[in-house]
């Protein structure tokens, strides 16, 4: 078997079917890689850079493509290596590493399908018989009122945790993010004070603080401490991402300060940069995205960074189909996986290629079984969802403002 080509498609279609969510986001944009070989079998894979910055994605695919064009796909530690080194001046961390992620991760899924194993097999087998699976739940829909049908709603579904944004969102009101200490402390407080007493005490409750990916609102370490022994007595299973990613000695300090476990790295690629936050014991929960981190390989070496310094992993997966499977086989494949992030009700760049391979009881996630990572991408589904040029989400700016 020898790989023929190597493709990129680029898809936009509904974010979610989840209505609270869709008062926030309606549609999403996604980028899927296939690996093509002369014997019928292709690899899918998908790059987390593809709901931010789609139309980057085709052309650093096409730069990586002539290494793997006549070999085998075999190995492909090997071969990352080679697409790692050729990219030495730009793809270290950022955009190039987490497009080539999506590269690997075809690679994976085409092994898979050859040898008739699912990747969680290939990556160092089975560890976990099952993973609870919590409901990634996006803004703080408000009044509370309405966030206590958006909790009611995510448990009707069988989950059995959910995570929510802090500050809040209301179509009418638009977002409300409160920074200074005592008025960031008070909400969040009330806030899982709240989600506590609706949900009952067994009930996982994460909070998202998302200041690795904000401008000029992100939380010092005086605001994100506030925040942290506000939230104490509610038992929160993590509070993500309180500070920006440039602060790693912050995150560090932060652990230290609080009993909160204190998790993040979604925006982290490569060892590279992971090895900065690990030496600071920056995260008590390392968020790693197998879509996003630099590779299912990278994934796992990042998992077992985290392990040695006694720290948990929960994975992150806010991308399509692709992202999900990826991170659900490296979760399973990795001794210190706490927990999964699954998209809740699925919308059709989610379900449409899942094609079963997905499946939760009880509120834990089951070892899939099929070859490979188990998505599908047929023509059918290239026609359903084409492209819209300009659907990426990003951080709104005066100039760049997304529009839904």
Same mark, same amino acid.
């Given at each position: 078997?020898?790989?023929?080509?190597?493709?990129?498609?680029?898809?936009?279609?509904?974010?979610?079917?989840?209505?609270? &969510?869709?008062?926030?986001?309606?549609?999403?944009?996604?980028?899927?890689?296939?690996?093509?070989? *002369?014997?019928?079998?292709?690899?899918?894979?998908?790059?987390?850079?593809?709901?931010? $910055?789609?139309?980057?994605?085709?052309?650093?695919?096409?730069?990586?493509?002539?290494?793997?064009?006549?070999?085998?796909?075999?190995?492909?530690?090997?071969?990352?290596?080679?697409?790692?080194?050729?990219?030495?001046?730009?793809?270290?961390?950022?955009?190039?590493?987490?497009?080539?992620?999506?590269?690997?991760?075809?690679?994976?899924?085409?092994?898979?399908?050859?040898?008739?194993?699912?990747?969680?097999?290939?990556?160092?087998?089975?560890?976990?018989?099952?993973? @609870?699976?919590?409901?990634?739940?996006?803004?703080?829909?408000?009044?509370?009122?309405?966030?206590?049908?958006?909790?009611?709603?995510?448990?009707?579904?069988?989950?059995?945790?959910?995570?929510?944004?802090?500050?809040?969102?209301?179509?009418?009101?638009?977002?409300?993010?409160?920074?200074?200490?005592?008025?960031?402390?008070?909400?969040?407080?009330?806030?899982?004070?709240?989600?506590?007493?609706?949900?009952?005490?067994?009930?996982?409750?994460?909070? *998202?603080?998302?200041?690795?990916?904000?401008?000029?609102?992100?939380?010092?370490?005086?605001?994100?401490?506030?925040?942290?022994?506000?939230?104490? @007595?509610?038992?929160?299973?993590?509070?993500?991402?309180?500070?920006?990613?440039?602060?790693?000695?912050?995150?560090?300090?932060?652990?230290?300060?609080?009993?909160?476990?204190?998790?993040?790295?979604?925006?982290?690629?490569?060892?590279?940069?992971?090895?900065?936050?690990?030496?600071?014991?920056?995260?008590?929960?390392?968020?790693? *995205?197998?879509?996003?981190?630099?590779?299912?390989?990278?994934?796992?070496?990042?998992?077992?960074?985290?392990?040695?310094?006694?720290?948990?992993?929960?994975?992150?997966?806010?991308?399509?189909?692709?992202?999900?499977?990826?991170?659900?086989? $490296?979760?399973?494949?990795?001794?210190?996986?706490?927990?999964?992030?699954? @998209? @809740?009700?699925?919308?059709?760049?989610?379900?449409?290629? &899942?094609?079963?391979?997905?499946?939760?009881?009880?509120?834990?996630?089951?070892?899939?079984?099929?070859?490979?990572?188990?998505?599908?991408?047929?023509?059918?589904?290239?026609?359903?969802?084409?492209?819209?040029?300009?659907?990426?989400?990003?951080?709104?700016?005066?100039?760049?403002?997304?529009? *839904?």
């Amino acid at each position: 078997m020898k790989i023929t080509n190597v493709t990129t498609t680029l898809l936009t279609g509904p974010s979610t079917n989840d209505r609270f &969510l869709r008062e926030a986001r309606r549609r999403r944009s996604a980028a899927f890689l296939e690996i093509h070989t *002369d014997s019928g079998l292709t690899g899918i894979g998908e790059t987390y850079a593809g709901y931010f $910055c789609p139309e980057a994605v085709p052309a650093i695919v096409d730069f990586f493509a002539p290494i793997l064009i006549g070999s085998d796909g075999d190995d492909i530690e090997e071969l990352w290596r080679r697409m790692y080194h050729c990219g030495n001046f730009w793809c270290r961390v950022g955009l190039g590493v987490s497009v080539l992620n999506g590269i690997e991760a075809a690679l994976w899924d085409l092994k898979g399908k050859v040898h008739r194993k699912p990747v969680y097999e290939l990556l160092g087998g089975l560890k976990h018989d099952r993973l @609870p699976g919590y409901a990634t739940g996006g803004p703080s829909n408000y009044p509370l009122e309405r966030l206590a049908e958006k909790a009611d709603y995510y448990l009707s579904l069988g989950f059995r945790g959910f995570k929510v944004a802090t500050g809040s969102y209301s179509p009418a009101e638009g977002w409300y993010s409160p920074i200074e200490p005592a008025e960031a402390a008070d909400f969040e407080g009330a806030k899982i004070a709240f989600l506590r007493r609706h949900c009952g005490p067994d009930v996982r409750l994460m909070l *998202d603080g998302h200041m690795g990916n904000s401008t000029g609102t992100a939380w010092k370490l005086e605001t994100a401490e506030a925040v942290c022994r506000a939230v104490e @007595p509610y038992n929160l299973f993590f509070l993500e991402e309180p500070l920006h990613y440039t602060d790693p000695w912050s995150y560090g300090e932060l652990c230290r300060r609080t009993a909160v476990p204190v998790a993040g790295g979604e925006c982290l690629t490569a060892q590279y940069e992971w090895r900065v936050f690990s030496e600071q014991d920056a995260f008590d929960i390392g968020q790693p *995205d197998a879509s996003y981190t630099g590779g299912l390989g990278e994934f796992m070496r990042v998992a077992a960074m985290l392990e040695a310094r006694g720290r948990a992993v929960a994975t992150h997966a806010w991308g399509a189909a692709g992202s999900l499977m990826q991170n659900v086989h $490296c979760g399973f494949a990795a001794a210190n996986t706490c927990i999964l992030e699954i @998209p @809740p009700d699925f919308a059709g760049l989610h379900g449409d290629l &899942l094609d079963g391979a997905f499946a939760m009881r009880d509120g834990y996630v089951v070892p899939p079984d099929r070859p490979g990572l188990g998505i599908v991408l047929t023509d059918e589904i290239k026609a359903r969802y084409p492209f819209e040029p300009g659907s990426g989400e990003f951080n709104s700016v005066p100039g760049k403002m997304l529009r *839904d």
